[in-house]
């Protein structure tokens, strides 16, 4: 292979394929095109894809059209590459050279059994956040396709010849010199990061955020470290913070391919991640009780939506054990009146609270972040009851209940949902964002305005001084949205002249 490369073939058009198939083609329309059967092609054919907003209406043959290719993209889910390889046999000619940006360190010698090393090149993408909804899909971050031969010391001329494409494409890549180990620090990543955000329900922003992800992800990818060093691969601690290097650069509401497929109701690659990690570590003897729960977990996931068991009598039940907030009294009275307010009320009045202070953010917020938490925060109070902030003693054991109480309602309902609702308690709960100090300053706040308009009915009824409401919620208001603790410490200052506050009890 001495010439350029002048025809793409790319199978599977989801969102790696869609997006290096609108640069692509944004080259030379008459470059690429996809391979597809059935529905899937006509659908192509008739709407191409759609990538951050703008339309390419790339042609898409079934395997038994396809004209043979310079070079075939294999971008299909893990499951689906048998058919694949089956897929791209008269694609491939005597120069043609495949390429494998799949997850998983085994589907370039899958391809290889079938058509020979000589047709093979090592590839991996890293760092691109696209999202697929149907056939559009959306990206913020493009990332770099990392590929070469096996030992890259010196570069071959068929590496030479890609990376010419891709560069003259826009497409960033990179040839390291070990691509081997190269493949492992991504696998390492996909264990890591894909399991646990399709378990947790987050996003790159919520992953970045959350001191639980971070623990589950470092205890996945240590896994396997392990396993690659046994097979002496040069991976290592280091590695980790390569990675979250990497998770910095991602678009904040992007998603890992997996929480997608869980979102899609779609299977997804455990068998390649956990399952895979499970067996080489048996093998090695390495124990990986992380993966283990990882796999287990998901599995859980794909059987109940195998079984059907999420059906809508579930979530009606979920809807009904919500009406049990509207019971869980609370220590303020509802403005100007002697009924006190319950906490479904008060969920409802600081989300819209959060939304009409928005204005007033030191930042700009995810403000569907915002409100979601602020919707679920006290959900474990059916279970719990309410306790007033300004207590003292067992917070601890307090939040302990709260964590089992919303365990168990919000397992209730189906995933991806149950990890959804979870995964926004505990960002409340760990205040770490800026839509969850946000949230938080707002929860603090509402109380005590209520008090301001009340005459510190609360205060003075439960002994509450004016030194413990300042350094109860200064802090957290102080920190979510300043503005509104330079307000709040004013009318305070104002109104501890009348006497609105209470002796400490």
């Known amino acids: 292979m001495n010439r350029p490369i002048q025809k793409i073939a790319i199978i599977g058009a989801g969102a790696l394929g869609a997006v290096y198939g609108s640069l692509l083609f944004t080259l030379d329309r008459d470059s690429v095109f996809f391979i597809a059967d059935g529905a899937r092609r006509e659908k192509l054919a008739a709407d191409g894809v759609v990538v951050n907003g703008t339309r390419f209406p790339i042609p898409a043959f079934t395997p038994e059209e396809a004209p043979t290719a310079d070079l075939v993209i294999v971008a299909v889910k893990h499951r689906q590459l048998d058919e694949a390889i089956a897929g791209i046999r008269r694609v491939v000619g005597e120069r043609t050279v495949i390429l494998s940006v799949m997850n998983g360190i085994d589907s370039e010698e899958r391809i290889a059994a079938v058509y020979g090393w000589d047709k093979v090149l090592y590839a991996l993408s890293l760092g691109i956040d696209a999202v697929r909804e149907e056939n559009a899909v959306t990206y913020q971050n493009l990332g770099r396709i990392l590929f070469g031969e096996r030992d890259n010391t010196e570069q ?14 826009g497409i960033n890549c990179e040839v390291p010199p070990d ?17 646990v955000s399709a378990v947790l329900g987050m996003t790159y922003g919520a992953l970045r ?11 996945a990818m240590r896994e396997v470290i392990a396993v690659a060093v046994a097979k002496k691969v040069d991976l290592s601690e280091s590695d980790l913070e390569e990675w979250y290097r990497v998770l910095g650069t991602l678009g904040a509401f992007g998603k890992t391919s997996m929480l997608q497929d869980v979102e899609a109701g779609r299977p997804t690659e455990v ?16 124990p990986t009780p992380v993966n283990r729960e990882l796999f287990s977990e998901l599995k859980r996931i794909e059987n109940e939506k195998e079984r059907g068991t999420m059906t809508i009598s579930r979530t009606v039940d979920f809807i009904l054990e919500l009406d049990k907030l509207k019971s869980v009294t609370r220590k303020n009275r509802s403005k100007g009146s002697d009924r006190y307010e319950n906490s479904a009320e008060h969920s409802w009045h600081i989300a819209m609270m959060a939304y009409s202070l928005q204005p007033y953010a030191r930042t700009v ?11 679920v925060h006290d959900v474990g109070e059916i279970d719990t009851g309410d306790t007033i902030v300004y207590a003292t003693e067992g917070w601890e054991e307090r939040k302990a209940a709260e964590l089992e109480a919303v365990q168990r309602i919000f397992g209730m309902v189906q995933e991806p949902q149950r990890s959804f609702f ?59 949205c300043p503005a509104l603790w330079e ?19």
């Open 422 to 480: 979870l995964a926004l308690w505990l960002e409340f709960e760990e205040a770490v964002t800026p839509e969850a100090r946000f949230a938080h300053a707002a929860d603090r706040a509402i109380p005590a305005l209520l008090n301001l308009a009340n005459e510190g009915q609360s205060w003075r009824e439960n002994g509450i001084s004016y030194e413990r409401v300042i350094g109860r919620i200064g802090p957290p208001i102080e920190a979510g």
């Open 179 to 195: 691509m081997v180990r190269s493949l492992w620090f991504k696998y390492m990543i996909n264990v890591g990061v894909n399991q």
């Open 156 to 169: 071959s001329e068929r590496v030479r010849l890609v990376g010419d494409l891709f560069r003259r494409a």
């Open 365 to 375: 917020l995810d403000m569907h972040r915002v409100v979601g938490m602020l919707l």
């Open 271 to 286: 068998d390649m991640l956990a399952g895979t990690m499970i067996a080489m570590g048996e093998q090695y003897r390495i």
């Open 487 to 505: 307000y709040l410490l004013g009318r305070l200052t104002e109104e501890n002249e009348k006497g609105w506050f209470g002796e400490d009890r």
């Open 209 to 219: 955020e959350s001191a639980r992800a971070r623990e589950m992800m470092d205890a």
